[in-house]
């Protein structure tokens, strides 16, 4: 069960509207915390937000990705529908009927030209209905470069959770959980809540280059294989951390996956280990910095990954956190 502190800052953090590009919402929140819990703060030149605890030995980089998927209108058709580009991995064939919110509050539906599709359809046959009455009408209400995201609410059993930004902002809470563990390391602790992520793992490679760790982990979510019909995959919701050894962005480093096994088997935090294999995560793009970084990754199960409706365990949440502040505690080589 989560603590009513904790359940509230996940809840403000996924409601924030922040998609990529357009972080500052959540940037804010993931700040305030980190400000909070007396690390030393920044911001780079992409948003991402830089959270810094000094220490003497080898330098540890954490990540999770500030940004959320999300649509950016491209116009306002004849009839007063908005025309839109995808931000992030979008499933064009999820879309129809799905809701949306501008960052400026307008709130639409997708709608689609054609009642069923056979393939997956292209966004040029979608649009967004914000009930305008015409094309001045829409274009005085929606300006081309306006962004949307999901309109998802926040909702909680206590063990289980279900929002639209999950993804990502499940794994700001988990560095935000383990930034408060944290007591005491000898490690030179950086903890990265990093911009633009869906739209290519920008905001993490810069924020590596500046930093240059000897070691990082991101943290972001990962699909599961444990729903009727979906594909076959290790990972199931509730099996706790998992523990990434490869996806479409990287093949993690040995010395970090070791690591990351050693210290849950140590200290009882239930893991699994985990290869995803659509997508890919910061992980990839902070290993390719500079002359390269050994990086690895802790996933977080979660099922409908990029719709509405991303649904996670509290369970896994917690072994996630619970791990990301073990390996902190522990003494790492340079
Ligand atoms: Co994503
Ligand atoms: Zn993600």
Redesign the pocket.
């Known amino acids: 069960m989560m603590s009513k502190k904790s359940y509230e800052l996940l809840k403000r953090l996924t409601e924030a509207d922040a998609p990529s590009g357009r972080e500052g919402a959540a940037a804010e929140i993931v700040r305030a915390e980190a400000e909070r819990l007396g690390y030393e703060v920044t911001s780079d030149a992409l948003g991402s937000v830089i959270a810094h605890k000094p220490g003497s030995g080898a330098k540890l980089m954490f990540d999770a ?1 500030l940004d959320e998927i999300g649509v950016i209108a491209s116009y306002a058709d004849d009839n007063g529908f908005i025309r839109f580009g995808a931000v992030g991995g979008l499933n064009t064939s999820e879309l129809p009927k799905k809701r949306v919110r501008f960052l400026n509050g307008v709130t639409g539906v997708i709608g689609s030209e054609e009642e069923s599709f056979k393939d997956k359809p292209k966004l040029s046959k979608l649009y967004i209905d914000i009930g305008a009455k015409d094309k001045a009408d829409a274009a005085d209400k929606v300006k081309t470069g306006d962004m949307a995201v999901f309109d998802g609410p926040f909702d909680s059993d206590g063990c289980r959770v279900v929002s639209k930004a999950l ?2 902002r499940a ?1 700001c809470f988990i560095l935000l959980c383990a930034m408060e563990r944290i007591k005491s390391s000898e490690n030179d602790l950086w903890f990265v809540f990093s911009a633009q ?2 739209v290519g793992l920008r905001g993490a490679k810069t924020a590596a280059f500046s930093i240059m760790p000897d070691y990082a982990v991101a943290v ?2 990962t699909d599961t294989g444990d729903t009727p019909g979906c594909p076959p995959m290790a990972v199931k919701l509730g099996d706790g951390a998992a523990i990434k050894i490869m996806d479409r962005s990287v093949v993690c480093d040995t010395e970090v996956i070791e690591r990351l096994i050693g210290t849950a088997e140590k200290n009882g935090i239930k893991y699994q280990r985990e290869i995803m294999a659509d997508g890919g ?1 910061d992980t990839g793009a902070i290993a390719l910095t500079g002359a390269g970084v050994k990086a690895g990754a802790v996933s977080l199960p979660v099922r409908y990954v990029h719709s509405p409706s991303e649904l996670a365990s509290v369970v896994d949440i917690e072994a996630c956190a619970e791990l990301i502040a073990a390996v902190c505690a522990e003494k790492w080589d340079r």
């Open positions: 990705h993804d990502d794994g992520e869906e972001d979510v995560t």
